[in-house]
């Protein structure tokens, strides 16, 4: 293995990336791939969080201006 060979580790192990079968590739995208979208909900769950905090204000400011 060369130094600049790609590694992942699971679990506290490192395995070189070229040592590992297909399959294990293919799960590895597939955790990428979710990863991803997790980042992304997370962010649209900040979002929708803090259009409701503004919701609420608004609708207090609203009740109090009747």
Known sequence: MTDSE???KID???YP????S???KMQITN???????????KAK???ANT???AY??????AISGQ
């Open 31 to 41: 955790l990428r791939f979710v990863e991803n979208e997790l980042i992304q909900l």
């Open 12 to 14: 506290g192990a490192e």
């Open 22 to 24: 297909d399959e294990a």
């Open 45 to 47: 769950l900040a979002i």
């Open 51 to 53: 259009a409701k905090i």
């Open 17 to 20: 990336l070229s040592s590992l």
């Open 6 to 8: 790609r590694t992942i």
């Open 56 to 61: 609420q204000a608004a609708l207090k400011n």
